[in-house]
């Protein structure tokens, strides 16, 4: 069965930090990778996505993430934090042919000043 | 509409009591989902619908959940004789393929 893990449930950044977020899954096939953001009373919106190819991705909102298949890892990176990133990510994992995605429980991002 | 769209957006219903959620997705996906999402418990899977195919319906708690989608459009799902465990945020999300999802903005339901 596939599982995602977000072992960070709460991360504080000082805003113009560097920012990562860790995901790691277990997943027997090639999976497709998801990151997702949701802010306070907000649906989730798709910030990137992993499929194939090249191993780094880059998203919206200055976001990128990294695919390692040696360590099951997808983990979220941000060079430079704003305030306005505060938020919950979720890491997620699919798969073609599946019917659904699975989720991490969420990472809360807090932004200090 | 050009996003998936929810109502209510809040519903707040007594317990023993039956409520419908309704879901628009965007048009042209062909597949749908709900999810529900608990605190501290992320997004757990409901049930899926993709085109004219029989409902993938592995993720409904009991029997008491059920969910419909008509003309391959909009989605309603039921809940039957609501319990304080069901209250949670309801999600909705939609696509064309690929597995890439489109979220609504959920139904917050609160059982009292």
């Known amino acids: 069965a596939q599982s995602v893990t977000q072992p960070d449930i709460h991360i504080t950044v000082s805003e113009g930090a560097s920012l990562e977020l860790r995901c790691n899954y277990s997943y027997g096939a090639t999976p497709y990778l998801f990151w997702y953001v949701q802010s306070p009373g907000q649906g989730l919106q798709l910030l990137l996505k992993?499929?194939?190819?090249?191993?780094l991705v880059q998203g919206i909102k200055g976001f990128e993430a990294e695919f390692k298949r040696s360590q099951s890892s997808f983990n979220l990176r941000k060079p430079s934090v704003h305030w306005s990133d505060a938020a919950e990510y979720f890491c997620?994992?699919?798969?073609?042919?599946?019917?659904?995605?699975?989720f991490g429980k969420g990472t809360m991002l807090l932004v200090s000043p | 509409g050009a996003g998936v769209s929810q109502s209510p957006s809040n519903k707040v219903t007594e317990k023993g009591k039956d409520v419908e959620l309704r879901c628009d997705p965007i048009?042209?996906?062909?597949?749908l989902y709900w999810y529900r999402q608990s605190l501290g418990q992320g997004l757990e899977f409901l049930i899926y619908f993709q085109g004219n195919s029989a409902p993938d319906k592995s993720g409904l708690p009991s029997d008491r959940f059920s969910a419909e989608r008509t003309g391959g459009s909009v989605s309603t799902l039921t809940i039957q004789r609501t319990q304080q465990e069901d209250s949670a945020v309801y999600l909705c999300?939609?696509?064309?393929?690929?597995?890439?999802?489109?979220f609504g903005q959920g139904t917050r339901l609160t059982v009292v």
């Open positions: 997620a994992v699919g798969a073609q042919g599946y019917s659904t995605l699975t």
């Open positions: 048009s042209g996906h062909t597949a």
């Open positions: 992993y499929f194939s190819g090249d191993t």
């Open positions: 999300a939609s696509s064309r393929g690929q597995l890439e999802a489109f």
